[in-house]
């Protein structure tokens, strides 16, 4: 079992001696280790038994860390920083030779993002170096926010967990290339594209696909939990001895066990609880979960894409 703790020097200690430390952020908790040592770079992958091809991000808590990482940042990536860093949003930068290979499975650029958590920018401001951390779940498990969520999937292979409460944000960071044109968006998230495009003055193109992992969870079946998940039409009716799981936005679906996500109807709100839900309904006695498409704007459609990758169907 982890230790869970809220000290933030113990963490420090952990991971300059090398050791995983589960950290909290705005988005979900991740699986931190320095990202300028490959060897702990490479048990990070390992703890979560993920693919080598699926690259990690790297947090960094101050401009003096992120340009340790990068080999220059262009106006573009400037303008995003200023208005969303610390906060949910993940840039591409061609990367510094201090960058192992292994954090970016050997691609050029690096993911880089300033998480807004206020324990975890505190950490990153006492360490002399940044943190490479994937989201702290078993690879294609839902991402945990909370420190309780770690320590059930991967208590085992982490030393010690920062705990910094529930994570305010709920979905993943936004990840965004600005050097193509138009600007891309790798993976929807706790950014929205209106957003986005609203601080760059330009339209960005949604750039997401499964067959070729070049990001995130961009994986076909991701994000999911063990009981069957399905989008809720006639395709899958339950039979008479079923009993159905139902996450629903607004209290709008029957069902024998229901999580609702926001009774007043707020995407943000509901974001903050999908992980959270989707953990929850995995664990009653149910065959199957059902899901309704949320609004597809704003939050909402980065909700769509987890639950679209959750679903089998
Ligand atoms: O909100 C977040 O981004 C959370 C917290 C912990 O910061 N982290 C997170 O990490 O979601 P992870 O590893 O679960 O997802 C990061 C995704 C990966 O699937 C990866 O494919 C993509 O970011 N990524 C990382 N580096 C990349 C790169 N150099 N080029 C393209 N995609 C990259
Ligand atoms: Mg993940």
Same mark, same amino acid.
């Given at each position: 079992?982890? /230790?869970? !703790?809220?000290?933030?020097?113990?963490?420090? =200690?952990?991971?300059?001696?090398?050791?995983?430390?589960?950290?909290?952020?705005? !988005?979900?908790?991740?699986?931190?280790?320095?990202?300028?040592?490959?060897?702990?770079?490479?048990?990070?992958?390992?703890?979560?038994?993920?693919?080598?091809?699926?690259?990690?991000?790297?947090?960094?808590?101050?401009?003096?860390?992120?340009?340790?990482?990068?080999?220059?940042?262009?106006?573009?990536?400037?303008?995003?920083?200023?208005?969303?860093?610390?906060?949910?949003?993940? =840039?591409?930068?061609?990367?510094?030779?201090?960058?192992?290979?292994?954090? !970016?499975?050997? =691609?050029?650029?690096?993911?880089?993002?300033?998480?807004? +958590?206020?324990? !975890?920018?505190?950490?990153?401001?006492?360490?002399?170096?940044?943190?490479?951390?994937?989201?702290?779940?078993?690879?294609?498990?839902?991402?945990?926010?909370?420190?309780?969520? /770690?320590?059930?999937?991967?208590?085992?292979?982490?030393? =010690?967990?920062?705990?910094?409460?529930?994570?305010?944000?709920?979905?993943?960071?936004?990840?965004?290339?600005?050097?193509?044109?138009?600007?891309?968006?790798?993976?929807?998230?706790?950014?929205?594209?209106?957003?986005?495009?609203?601080?760059?003055?330009?339209?960005?193109?949604?750039?997401?696909?499964?067959?070729?992992?070049?990001?995130?969870?961009?994986?076909?079946? +991701?994000?999911?939990?063990?009981?069957?998940?399905?989008?809720?039409?006639?395709? +899958?009716?339950?039979?008479?001895?079923?009993? /159905?799981? /139902?996450?629903?936005?607004?209290?709008?679906?029957?069902?024998?066990?229901?999580?609702?996500?926001?009774?007043?109807?707020?995407?943000?709100?509901?974001?903050?609880?999908?992980?959270?839900?989707?953990?929850?309904?995995?664990?009653?006695? $149910?065959?199957? $979960?059902?899901?309704?498409?949320?609004?597809?704007?704003?939050?909402?459609?980065?909700?769509?894409?987890?639950?679209?990758?959750?679903?089998?169907?």
């Amino acid at each position: 079992m982890s /230790v869970i !703790t809220k000290d933030i020097e113990q963490a420090g =200690l952990f991971l300059s001696r090398g050791e995983l430390v589960a950290i909290p952020t705005e !988005t979900v908790y991740g699986l931190a280790g320095n990202a300028f040592d490959s060897l702990v770079v490479s048990q990070i992958f390992a703890a979560k038994q993920r693919p080598f091809f699926d690259p990690l991000i790297v947090h960094v808590g101050s401009s003096n860390q992120l340009l340790n990482c990068v080999e220059q940042v262009s106006p573009k990536a400037e303008k995003l920083m200023q208005a969303f860093w610390p906060g949910p949003l993940t =840039l591409l930068f061609q990367k510094s030779m201090n960058i192992p290979d292994i954090v !970016t499975s050997g =691609l050029p650029k690096v993911a880089v993002r300033m998480p807004n +958590h206020p324990m !975890t920018l505190q950490l990153l401001q006492q360490l002399s170096f940044p943190l490479a951390a994937p989201s702290a779940n078993p690879f294609g498990y839902i991402s945990p926010t909370s420190a309780e969520h /770690v320590q059930s999937h991967l208590g085992d292979v982490v030393p =010690l967990i920062l705990d910094g409460g529930f994570s305010s944000v709920g979905v993943e960071s936004t990840i965004v290339d600005v050097s193509t044109t138009p600007p891309s968006v790798l993976r929807l998230g706790g950014i929205s594209v209106e957003e986005i495009e609203d601080c760059l003055g330009e339209p960005v193109m949604i750039q997401q696909s499964s067959s070729q992992p070049q990001a995130p969870g961009m994986l076909d079946s +991701h994000y999911a939990p063990r009981k069957p998940m399905h989008w809720c039409s006639e395709d +899958h009716l339950p039979k008479s001895n079923e009993r /159905v799981g /139902v996450l629903s936005f607004q209290g709008n679906l029957n069902g024998d066990v229901i999580f609702e996500l926001s009774h007043q109807g707020d995407l943000v709100e509901a974001a903050s609880k999908l992980f959270q839900g989707m953990r929850w309904l995995d664990e009653q006695d $149910i065959d199957f $979960i059902w899901v309704k498409p949320l609004p597809d704007r704003g939050l909402g459609r980065a909700m769509n894409d987890r639950l679209g990758r959750a679903c089998r169907s």
